[in-house]
C-alpha cells in the first residue's frame, strides 16, 4: 500500500545526487517535504524546532518518511505523538544497522508509488531518476550488473555527474584534487591507495568515477584524507573494518568510511590495510 502525498510529509537533507533526486520528485509531485540544510552525517535530533516545521509543513500528517536522518530517540519521540515513522536509508552506522538492498530513490518510489508513467508526466526521464538510483546504490558498476544498455549507462552517468556539479561547488577543484590523488596512487597489498592533504574538500566521488574510467571490474581501493576521513572501498572486508575502527558502511556493505575524530584520530593507511588483511585471512 502507497503512502499518501496528502497526509505525509519527506524529511530529507539536501546533499549528494540521491537526495537532491528525493526533494525534486516530491516538489513536483507534491508531497510535502522539510529540507535539512545538514552537510553528509545529518542527523534528526540536530534539526531545528522540528515539530513545530512539520505542523506548519502539513498539519494533517500522519505519515512521516525519515531520509537518511538516523537518530532513534527522536524518531521514538513523533511515534509517541501518534506519527507512523516510516525509515527510508540504505547504510550501516556504527551503533545502527539500516542496510537495505535498495537504495533511499528506489524506497521513496515504492512507498509513494512513483512507477515511470508518473515520472514522465511529472517531466521526469525515468531512465535518468532509475540511473541516479542504481548509481547510489552499487555506483557504476551496478548499472552492468542490472543489464542497463550502454547508450543509457552513459546517459545516466552523465546526468549523475551534471547533477553532482551542479549541488556542489567545490566541484572543479575536488575534480582538480582526485586527479592529482590518483596520478600519485600507489598499489600495496594488492590494494589501490590514493591518499590527499586536502582536509576541506570531498574526493571520495570523484576517484570512483577515475576508477571506473580504468577498470572494469572495481577493484579495492582505500581513500585517504588524513586531515578529514578514510574510505576503502568494494571489498569484502567492509564489516569488518567497522568492526574494527568504527564508522559507517555503504555500497551493499561492500563500502566503509570512517571520518576524524574530534580529538583528531583517524586510522592510518597501514591500519587499514592490516585490519584488512586480517579480515580477508580469517573469513
Known sequence: MSLDPLTSIIISPKNDVESLTIVALAEALHIPCIVSAQPHGATLDAEPNLVDRIRETNPVAHDIVIVEMPNVSTEDKLRELGFDVHIVDHHRYESLDRMRKE???????????????????????????????LIDKG???ELVKENVPEADRKRMITYYREQNASLDPNRQQEETAAKQAWKNRKTIEGVIV???????????DAISFLVAEEFETPPVVIISQPGRIIYTQDTPTALALQQTFGGFTFGQNLCWGRPIDADGTLPTVDEVIAAHRLALLTN
Request: proline share 2%; hydrophobic share 45%.
Open 103 to 133: 537504495s533511499s530513490l528506489e524506497q521513496i518510489r515504492a512507498l509513494f508509488d512513483m512507477d515511470d508513467t508518473t515520472l514522465a508526466v511529472a517531466g521526469f526521464d525515468p531512465v535518468l531518476i532509475r540511473g541516479v538510483g
Open 139 to 141: 555506483f557504476v558498476w
Open 194 to 204: 590514493v591518499t590527499s592533504d586536502e582536509s576541506k574538500l570531498s574526493i571520495r
